[in-house]
């Protein structure tokens, strides 16, 4: 049996993502999106997932790179000045160093569910802004946070080798990053048994973040073996505060928008389309 999972990350930060989380779910092109708790465009967002009934909605959880959503005072260690630290960099030097409390790591992820769970969204799973929860420290807070709001499944960042040799594209830098961060896997595919959390056998389009085209995209999916897999993409159309947005993956996003549109024809006809909500 073959299952695939598509998940936007992103939702709720910028009025093209929103649009095209909208626009790709109609087209059958897409499963599953994670909300972002502090998103300038969230309300929006619920809006969209309001009327989309059978599109699944996750928390996109966010400690680096953006706005807290818990009280300052509450997670002083997570900050730096009125938002969390800017780079993924200084955000695991400082966990590394045990600079970063996991406590309050908790306490912020645990207020970001609470968010959407406040606005009347169903929350499927929890993930992570730039895949943090696949350093243990994070895993462990994220986790009792799910479990604390009552969300059942966590996306396992980690990628498989088919998919690896599939993204030829990638950069050599990229490729070491992935290579040895899969060494946490052990660590996550144990935590998430023991505290009997849902999850995939691994994700495919985190090596290919910034280079997912048409043809990335046809490679990735002629090649899903046997078992439950996500495809983790980042969509938009393009706006004005996605151009002025803090991040490397602008115009890339457009591009995925456009080959997304595609997924449908490209799936092979056995594979079955889920989202986290239908993983128990």
Request: some cysteine.
């Amino acid at each position: 049996m073959r299952r695939l999972i598509v998940n936007a990350d992103d939702f709720g930060w910028t009025v093209g993502i929103n649009r095209a989380v909208a626009e790709l779910h109609r087209a059958g092109a897409l499963d599953s999106a994670t909300l972002m708790a502090s998103g300038p465009r969230l309300a929006e967002a619920v809006e969209v997932a309001s009327q989309s009934p059978s599109l699944g909605v996750g928390c996109h959880i966010v400690l680096v790179d953006g706005a807290p959503v818990a009280g300052p005072k509450s997670i002083p260690s997570l900050l730096a000045g009125a938002g969390f630290r800017p780079s993924l960099g200084a955000f695991v030097r400082d966990l590394m160093l045990g600079r970063i409390a996991r406590a309050e790591m908790e306490r912020e992820a645990t207020a970001q569910i609470r968010r959407l769970q406040q606005a009347g969204v169903r929350v499927t799973h929890i993930d992570t802004h730039k895949h943090t929860h696949m350093f243990p420290a994070v895993l462990d807070a994220v986790t009792r946070a799910a479990l604390n709001c009552g969300v059942g499944a966590i996306r396992n960042p980690f990628e498989p080798s088919w998919s690896v040799a599939a993204t030829p594209a990638a950069s050599p830098i990229r490729r070491m990053q992935v290579a040895l961060l899969g060494g946490f896997r052990g660590h996550f595919l144990r935590m998430a048994r023991i505290r009997e959390l849902a999850t995939t056998d691994g994700c495919m389009g985190v090596l290919a973040t910034g280079n997912l085209n048409a043809t990335a995209l046809q490679g990735l999916v002629s090649r899903i073996p046997e078992g439950t897999w996500e495809l983790v993409c980042h969509p938009a159309a393009m706006d004005e505060e996605l151009r002025g947005a803090h991040t490397r993956l602008k115009e890339s996003r457009v591009v995925e928008f456009e080959a997304l549109r595609s997924l449908p024809e490209m799936l092979p006809s056995d594979i079955e389309r889920i989202d986290f909500g239908r993983l128990r």
